[in-house]
């Protein structure tokens, strides 16, 4: 049994050799669309979620960290995506990205959006293959009931959550970086969980910091 442990040392040293340093984000490409959690594709290899509520710029933060421009959908009516949206890296398909539906500030009647709700919390509970989610809020607006909504459904599910403070070209330096440091102070309890950033698609401003936290996430081996 003693030269069992080498053998499988070897195996796990150049399983992880295989793996790239960091992930070509501009090679991503849709794949498929799910209504449920049932429809989504087979649940293995990688995946990180984009979440936000709607008109919180999550389609803007997604094309531009992938830089393209409309990989993800905009729309001028916010909320009108109700399915889970599921891109690979290129030809990878163990590593996704995937966009979440947004709601909350749709016009769209209750049930509508109670169905939405029961969708997303049973994709963020169940989902075996996804390692982190990134919560988009507006710089404006932010810690809106949707979102502690979602870092409620993370903290059970011990998920990590990396949260962009979008549109911040429309803040002043000053005010963006204390907005930053209030979201920080009010979710210090979670520190251990949750990481925040200021981020926008216009300027392009923090698209390395996500593409780190993505790789953090996509590459590194899962310990659970």
Not at 173 to 190: H, I, M, T
Not at 199 to 208: H, N, P, T, Y
Request: glycine share 6%.
């Amino acid at each position: 049994m003693q030269a069992v442990a080498p053998l499988i040392n070897v195996r796990i040293f150049f399983a992880m050799s295989r793996l790239p340093s960091r992930l070509n984000y501009q090679a991503s490409r849709f794949l498929t669309s799910a209504p449920t959690l049932a429809r989504c594709p087979p649940d293995d290899g990688v995946e990180v979620a984009f979440a936000g509520r709607s008109n919180a710029g999550k389609s803007s933060a997604i094309n531009a960290v992938t830089r393209q421009k409309a990989l993800a959908r905009t729309s001028k009516t916010p909320g009108r995506t109700q399915l889970i949206n599921f891109f690979t890296l290129g030809e990878d398909s163990d590593h996704r990205l995937v966009d979440l539906p947004g709601y909350g500030y749709a016009k769209v009647p209750e049930q509508v959006k109670r169905e939405w709700q029961r969708h997303l919390s049973d994709y963020l509970r169940r989902r075996g293959s996804l390692r982190g989610l990134v919560l988009v809020m507006d710089v404006r607006h932010p810690l809106t009931e949707f979102d502690e909504t979602l870092l409620g459904w993370a903290d059970e599910a011990n998920m990590p959550v990396h949260i962009l403070l979008t549109k911040a070209d429309k803040l002043k330096s000053g005010a963006a970086k204390s907005a930053l440091q209030q979201v920080r102070s009010r979710l210090r309890e979670w520190e251990d969980l949750v990481s925040i950033q200021l981020f926008s698609a216009l300027k392009k401003q923090g698209i390395e910091e996500v593409h780190e936290r993505l790789d953090q996430w996509l590459l590194e081996p899962n310990e659970g």
